[in-house]
């Protein structure tokens, strides 16, 4: 907060009853009650030389009947505080993990504005965005990023601070997870332990057998085939999810069945089935 007396004032209207208003991102409030404007500067100005340059601030002064506008400006000088430059997003396929280097994003002064070594800092994480996308950690300043599962994929974000024992500040990192397409699975176990009877018919309901983490269970069902090496031996209602065998002649028979999705993506089981004769 800064005072404003001797630097707005309104030969007809008492200082409380003025209002200050501003349009920049680094206005905070005016405060009437104690005449004092509120600011923030995130960063101190520099030119392309590198110079440091005064901060302006551009407001308007209104008595209720009239209002004027000026400019205010600033010397900003370091807080001692660490200084986060932005952080470029970071990405990966699903299933995946990455290490990201922080600390050539870090830099800290102390009160005076002398540098103080960046290895002095303490790196936390507060949070993530969303838990059930990603589990993360810190090691010095390597943070270390992967995919809950292979399934998972999306933005989220990774809250960090940095501290160097006494002042400290906060980031966020964007991280995106890829998508990649998944073929439908089949689980096969529904075949363990089957023994088949010749000419006896035998129906397996495979509704929940098939299924599509990236897609609809059902369009899956309805791309998948299955086929037998015994001809006549088998009948599949994709469409009910239903799958019908009577084999004819005892022994081992081969059943091969190909999920199949939208994205021409598939899988293959093979599977041998014991039929006996009665």
């Known amino acids: 907060k800064v005072s404003m007396i001797n630097?707005?004032?309104?030969a007809e209207t008492a200082n409380e009853n003025l209002v200050v208003t501003s349009e920049s991102t680094n206005f905070v409030a005016w405060h009437a009650n104690t005449f004092?404007?509120?600011?923030?500067?995130?960063?101190?100005p520099i030119n392309a030389d590198g110079e440091v340059q005064v901060a302006s601030l551009y407001i308007t002064v209104d008595d209720g009947v009239e209002s004027h506008s000026g400019t205010l400006l600033f010397n900003v000088i370091e807080s001692g505080m660490p200084r986060w430059?932005?952080?470029?997003?970071?990405?990966f396929d699903e299933g995946g993990e990455i290490t990201f280097d922080l600390k050539p994003y870090l830099s800290d002064t102390d009160d005076n504005g002398q540098i103080s070594s960046v290895d002095l800092l303490?790196?936390?994480?507060?949070g993530t965005e969303h838990e059930d996308m990603v589990t993360a950690s810190l090691s010095g300043f390597e943070l270390s990023i992967s995919a809950i599962d292979d399934d998972v994929f999306g933005t989220t974000a990774i809250n960090l601070r940095a501290s160097d024992g006494i002042k400290m500040s906060d980031t966020t990192l964007v991280v995106n997870i890829d998508g990649i397409n998944d073929a439908p699975t089949f689980d096969i176990s529904i075949f363990e332990?089957?023994?088949?009877?010749?000419?006896?018919?035998?129906?397996?309901?495979?509704?929940s057998i098939i299924t599509d983490v990236d897609d609809?269970?059902?369009?899956?069902?309805?791309?998948?085939?299955?086929s037998t090496d015994e001809s006549g031996a088998?009948?599949?209602r994709a469409s009910l999810g239903e799958l019908n065998l009577k084999y004819m002649t005892p022994g081992e028979h081969t059943l091969l069945i190909r999920t199949v999705d939208r994205n021409a993506d598939f899988?293959?089981?093979?599977?041998?089935?014991?039929?006996?004769?009665?």
């Open 85 to 91: 430059e932005a952080l470029p997003s970071q990405g």
């Open 234 to 236: 088998l009948t599949w």
């Open 122 to 126: 303490e790196l936390s994480i507060l």
């Open 36 to 44: 004092e404007l509120e600011v923030l500067f995130d960063q101190i």
């Open 216 to 226: 609809s269970d059902e369009e899956a069902r309805l791309y998948t085939t299955i």
């Open 267 to 278: 899988n293959e089981y093979q599977l041998t089935l014991t039929v006996v004769s009665n």
């Open 193 to 207: 332990d089957q023994v088949l009877v010749v000419g006896q018919s035998k129906t397996y309901d495979l509704k």
């Open 7 to 10: 630097h707005i004032s309104d």
